[in-house]
């Protein structure tokens, strides 16, 4: 290809190009463009129907009106679990009476020793606000593929299990719509300013 060719050839690409680029910020401009992605988010959460530590019925409903923490956990989990739920309580805490309109959550990934009596007796060292919930294996799935949390029984050696599953603490807004994963590495005064604005 000789040089004038090259030369007509770069000239007719870079106009092309401008010519699309053009057009890409007009459709962005009149708003005419391709729809948005749907929002991720809305695939979080959803109904629920468990037991609480004082043995009664709780659904997705009873959270409603108040932005809700919900972690799941176990009672015999070595380090994390208690170390997110103090947290929690602390944050909690640090709200002052705002603290009454949050809800927290702790939905146990382990029903098969986490009764209602043992949630309860696990929970009084917590700030009462906490709720603790669990249900039979179905009742549990259901709620662990709405929040898309993973969790497994692990064997180990002695005969006995733990369980492992995701650790995040899952904002939920006054609506039961999930907001983002709440981050709990950092002062109780920041966490709660940042809760504050979803009372």
């Known amino acids: 290809m000789n040089p004038r060719t090259t030369r007509l050839v770069l000239i007719l690409s ?5 010519l699309v680029l053009c057009f890409a910020v007009v459709l962005l401009v009149t708003g005419r463009g391709p729809a948005p992605l749907a929002n991720p988010t809305a ?14 019925t ?12 919900v972690f799941f956990g176990f009672t015999h989990c070595p380090e994390i679990c208690p170390t997110a739920l103090a947290d929690i309580s602390q944050i909690i805490d640090t709200l002052g009476p705002d603290g ?3 809800n927290a959550l702790f939905v146990t990934v382990d029903p098969e020793r986490d009764t209602p009596a043992v949630l309860k007796d696990y929970l009084a060292s917590f700030n009462p ?8 294996a179905d009742a549990l799935a259901a709620i662990a593929k709405a929040y898309r949390v993973y969790y497994k029984k692990v064997p180990l050696k002695d ?3 733990t369980m492992d599953h995701t650790a995040i603490v899952y904002l939920m ?4 719509q999930f907001v983002a994963p709440f981050s709990l590495r950092r002062r109780p005064e920041d966490a709660a300013a940042e809760l504050r604005k979803y009372l």
């Open 43 to 56: 695939a979080i959460g959803g109904p629920f129907r468990l037991t609480d530590q004082n043995g009664q």
């Open 100 to 102: 009454g309109k949050v």
């Open 159 to 161: 005969g006995d299990y």
């Open 58 to 69: 709780i659904t997705d409903r009873d959270l409603k009106g108040h932005p809700s923490l």
């Open 14 to 18: 870079a106009f092309l190009a401008g």
């Open 129 to 136: 606000r906490l709720i603790g919930v669990g249900g039979d």
């Open 173 to 176: 807004d006054k609506n039961g």
